[in-house]
């Protein structure tokens, strides 16, 4: 026993502590990590405990004066209570010992108390106790789950306890025998009964006991517990949950333990009126099922009709051979397997279902054993790996399937030679125990090792090699096909191999969506807008957006933005100012660009959102019947609009450098200056007059060689109006502050007589400018289309079909992060080569449009088959889109949940309510 004087004082407690952060230091003083006084604490901490869940209650605060003077006689009880005596000796070493537990919960504290026995003088000694309080997750349980919550306390401390006492880091191994848990809770008991023994499903099992089920018999994995039942009186855990107060500590059994454990060896199984269980149960170990008896039941047969099966059979091992193999569903003798191949996309799903059918075998077979053990005797029990012999059933059943000229001559009795199947002679084929054939090698040392036995023999065409490659190829991270190759040949031998796996991993949807390429094109011969533009100013046009700008406009900060309008045949400018990028907006700008140069005939664009709606609005308007007649008499072409589908930048590279030096211009101009909107304008009209006079031709074929004179270069502004305009100053305060060093300058130049003169020549200017600027033109497109070496290298095209599943490249993003999409529609060109496509986004269900260049296929219509769409969803996150259902409709239905029926009683109440008013 420990010594201790009637003086001494084990707890001391600070009687003056009146905040939160004081009580919880003098409580955490008080170090007794094996729970000797938690009776006398639980006072105490309940009081704690009271205060951290009050939220008014801050760390430093003083205490209101109730809770003050609680406190003191919490203290006052605490410190008034003798020490406890505790025996230090428990037994011999050498000895063999129980572990004994036992849990009680209350609605405030639940806990355990361990004790250890020794087998041979049944002398019980305390070892520890712990306890939890209820926390808020706790609160609203009932008191059966807080009992069990109790129990699986008592199980971890039981398992903790054991381990440190047996394990490797245990300077003297104590040999403990069993382990024992007590509760006073029948309904608990009856979970793990129900759970452990019966196999039965439990009425409506909450989350929470479940849990602690699968936990509970996850611990128990480590040594067997035999839990029983103990009345609450006998319990001396009941005083872990509660207050007491010294005295009652000393006369109850929480110390000594109950005297009903020192009776009688055999007590826990003498009495019939204890609930006794072990978990694990000892008669539910795996039991022998085998793969070939599985053919012989139709798995739809009623419990009692596989219940005589297995009587019949009783477990009995036989020689797999082909000629047991029996099918119930054919009857022909034909092997088959349990379920259809083709409805599992992963080699983990195809296993996980077998092993769900094989431990309800096994169940079924240990209910008839643990019912009737002397009439199911002969049900074999072993210890083996699930995993391993389900593998085993399915690869013996394809072998029987795609090689049954190889289990013929093994299983017939002639051994000729010229019996022998090539394959055997070939490769050494031979079966196993286990009736799995193995490609035997000169390695003698895997003969009889199980870890490195000889490779599995596996069909080329078969859907199990299939699942086992991809397997392989998901664990190693979707590796290359040569690391998957010396993975896969260290277990399996299949012929051909390396291109089985090469043509199995293309399939790989993962593998695609990272390492496939983009469509590519062939080069395809120029539009007939580019190569004979009509010789119209501003007939055919490209259109884009600039800005935006800031400007004051009425006193206010305000952007604008500028619409480039550029001429396919003569290169030049016009540049409208719109003060929104709204559609209408844009139709005003086009409007007044018409009235100076004409309606254009065909308007390229890129696929700018106001720039497609205001597109949409006119060519409804222009299709109205009364327009349409009016174009046909007047000999004039309706006003089409077309739009380069997004992702093939060169489609936009001419307006794209005309935008460039506009924007160049302006910014040097403006610059960070913010200007009035007629100053803006005034800036704006002079960028028109100067871009328009760039030079465009500067053709050999200029030149006059007669005369001796180099022409000056070709202009866009020469080409509409047939000469150079004649820009002057008109403005005084714009006036430069010199004059021009040039002798031939001279301010009495008349600019009318220049401007008179120049309009003489104009028809003739005009006609030479258009034919010379032609020539030139075609001459450059030829420059353009050859200046690429490998601009006509054959490359194969992917010609995509609606209903495929592409990726969409992004830029500025991962390929793990492109988007996917289902094509709706496709464009082709003079080569019948798919260049736009129409797509569904699955991710947000938008309709989007996209050159091929920037499109990755991943699945075609073709290939889809169920396994692909189910692998695409596993290893894709767009869980919005079926590639196999509407894919001839724009806008998909979705299916409306039905509302619940208090949402209905509620809108009812509310027309009531309604009504009365």
Known sequence: MIDTDDDDQPLVLDGEANTKRNVLKTLASHYDVFGFTLPLLNRARLFLHKLQCDSSCTWDSKLPDADIKEWKNICRQANSSPSLGIRRFVGQRNGEYKLIAFTDSSKDIYGTVIFIQDIQSLEVNFVLAKNRFVNKQLSGKSLPSLEFQAITLGAEVLIDTYKELTGPSCVEVINIKELYLFSDSLVSLSWINSYCYKLDKMHKPSTFIRNRLEHLSTLCETHPIRFQFVSGIENPADLVTRVASYKTTIKSNFLSGPVFLKESAHFYSSRSDRINIIVPNPRAKPVDVFPENYNQINFGSTEEEWAEHLASTGGCSKSFKSGQITTGATGKGEPEHLVTLNKFSSLSRLVSVHRYVFKFIERLKCKLYSRYPERYGNLRVHDENLYARVMNYIIRIEQHIYFPEIFRYFDSD????????????????????????????????????????????????????????????????????????????????????????????????????????????????????????????????????????????????????????????????????????????????????????????????????????????????????ETQNFFEEQGVRPLKFEQYFKG???????????????????????????????????????????????????????????????????????????????????????????????????????????????????????????????????????????????????????????????????????PTNFPLAVIKDVKTNVLDEVTDAVLLKGKNREMVRRHVTSLIPILTRKEMSKSNIKTLKDHISVNTIDPTANLGEDKPQKKERPKRKAALQSMQKTRGMISDI
């Open 414 to 625: 002639s051994k000729f030679v010229k019996d022998i199947p090539n394959i055997v002679n070939q490769l050494n084929v031979y079966p196993d125990n286990e009736g799995i054939l193995r490609v035997k090698s000169k390695f003698s040392r895997w003969k009889n090792d199980k870890n490195y036995r000889f490779p599995v023999f596996l069909p080329k065409n078969s859907y199990i090699t299939k699942l086992i490659v991809l397997d392989l190829h998901e664990r190693m991270y979707h590796s290359g096909c040569y690391k998957v190759l010396s993975e896969l040949r260290r277990q399996f031998w299949i012929p051909h191999c390396f291109s089985v796996v090469k043509r199995i991993l293309q399939e790989c949807i993962l593998c695609r969506k990272l390492k496939q390429r983009a469509i590519k094109l062939n080069q395809s011969p120029y539009r007939l807008f580019r190569q004979e533009p009509p010789s119209v100013p501003f007939r055919t046009i490209f259109i884009d957006h600039i800005g935006p700008y800031f400007v004051l406009y009425n006193g206010k900060k305000v952007k604008v933005w500028i619409l480039c309008i550029t001429c396919l045949w003569s290169r030049a400018i016009n540049l409208k100012v719109c003060l929104d990028m709204t559609s209408g907006e844009f139709i005003r700008a086009l409007q007044l660009h018409s009235f100076e140069y004409g309606v254009p005939e065909l308007c390229l664009s890129d696929l700018g959102s106001s720039l497609v709606a205001g597109a949409n609005i006119i060519t409804d308007f222009l299709n109205d019947p």
């Open 648 to 814: 093939h930048h060169p489609l936009g590279g001419l307006v794209e450098v005309c935008v460039k030096m506009v924007r160049q211009l302006l910014h040097c101009s403006i610059k960070k200056n913010v200007l009035q909107y007629r100053d803006f304008e005034f800036v704006f009209s002079q960028t028109i007059h100067l871009v328009n006079r760039r030079p465009i031709a500067f053709s050999e074929g200029l030149r006059d060689t007669s005369d001796d004179v180099i022409p000056d270069p070709i202009t866009p502004e020469r080409l509409i109006h047939g000469l150079d305009l004649i820009s002057l100053n008109l403005i005084p305060a714009m006036q430069p502050l010199h004059t021009s060093n040039d002798p031939d300058w001279s301010l009495n130049t008349d600019p009318i007589d220049t401007i008179r003169t120049s309009y003489e020549k104009l028809k003739k200017v005009r006609t030479h400018l258009i034919e010379t600027y032609n020539a030139e033109f075609l001459n450059n497109l030829m420059t353009q289309a050859v200046n690429d070496k490998s601009r006509y290298k054959p490359v194969t095209h992917k010609k995509l079909q609606v209903g495929d599943i592409v990726l969409i490249k992004e830029e500025n993003c991962k």
